[in-house]
């Protein structure tokens, strides 16, 4: 594909100068086909009563806006003429969509839409082996931070700003790279494979931060231009919009997930608490229904080699309720009562 024009900054081309190439027309079409998707499927999942969320459907559809923000409007236009437009670019593809993607949760929203042989064909796929391999932490770090490695810190950029078909193919890398990296960080769809806690994910995100900054410091400190299209200056500007913006995505990704896992570990506690109360209520009924009849407050009398102890089956503690069930007394020397004489 030959060479796009520069162009100049303006408020009017920032405006008006749109992408219309082949590429960016077949994705424009694409996010139209994927949107149409997943709105149908969610009127499909009101149809039957059941309401999918505006926080799922309102993120997904920002993530297919800023795909096409990046690959059809000015910004694409403009990385012909500024590297911060293509930084801007690239954010957009790794760091913008995929998360908000994500969030939409377009493999659960198809799992409880689609037909029973659609279902068992994307079934299928999420545990192939292939897809595990895809899917690998290795795999992914090598499509997420090696492919930019190679780009930015090689003359890879300048072929590819070059020959247009290849810059097409590399964005799509980069956003297949960006989204299987942040699909398990926002862990809302079902995930067959490397499904990780919360402490790996804020540990990645934490790891993953180093090498963006190295390459953004890394630009940044160049005494020539990254690309021949490019100034010095502009180059600068770009390393330090990537530096400075993966501290910023690092934050943010780092403390919901930090909330996601306090409220986690408060739900289990809440859980826990459910259980024990329901234990104790049901060793309580058993005791009283082998207590010996009689008056309410009749002690039931626990003996041992030592000597003897009073138990009121009111006041047992679970462990002991459970005991005095099973075997109709209560080891004096163990609850530690008095073992003397009545």
Do not use: C
């Amino acid at each position: 594909m030959p060479l796009m024009q520069p162009v100049t900054f303006s408020l009017h081309s920032a405006l008006t100068r749109w992408q219309w190439s082949p590429f960016s027309m077949a994705v424009l079409a694409a996010l139209v086909v994927v949107a149409y998707w997943y709105l149908r499927a969610d009127w499909i999942l009101a149809s039957r009563g059941r309401r999918w969320p505006a926080k799922r459907t309102l993120p997904f559809l920002g993530g297919l806006l800023a795909i096409d923000v990046a690959l059809q409007s000015p910004v694409a236009v403009f990385t012909q003429s500024y590297f911060e437009a293509h930084i801007t670019q690239h954010l957009l593809l790794m760091i913008v969509a995929p998360p908000l993607l994500a969030f939409g949760a377009p493999s659960t929203l198809l799992l409880q839409t689609a037909g029973p042989a659609v279902k068992k064909r994307w079934l299928a796929v999420l545990r192939s082996r292939s897809f595990s391999l895809l899917t690998h932490p290795v795999t992914v770090w090598i499509l997420y931070f090696g492919v930019m490695f190679w780009f930015f810190l090689t003359s890879a950029v300048n072929t590819a700003m070059h020959d247009m078909a290849l810059m097409d193919a590399i964005n799509v890398v980069f956003l297949l790279g960006g989204t299987l990296y942040w699909w398990p960080l926002i862990d809302i769809d079902p995930i067959v494979h490397w499904k990780m806690g919360h402490g790996a994910k804020m540990a990645n995100v934490l790891i993953g931060a180093a090498p963006e900054t190295f390459i953004g410091v890394t630009i940044l400190l160049q005494n020539h231009p990254i690309a021949s299209m490019y100034t010095l200056s502009s180059t600068h500007a770009g390393g330090g919009l990537l530096w400075t913006s993966t501290e910023f995505a690092t934050v943010g990704a780092f403390v919901p997930i930090f909330v996601q896992w306090m409220r986690s570990e408060e739900r289990a506690a809440e859980r826990t608490d459910r259980r024990l109360d329901r234990a104790r209520m049901a060793l309580a009924a058993a005791a009283s229904t082998q207590a010996p009849e009689g008056p309410v407050d009749t002690p039931v009398v626990a003996t041992s080699t030592t000597g003897s102890s009073r138990l009121r089956p009111d006041r047992a503690a679970a462990w002991e309720a459970a005991w005095l069930a099973k075997a109709g007394t209560v080891p004096a020397e163990v609850f530690g009562e008095s073992t003397g004489p009545d």
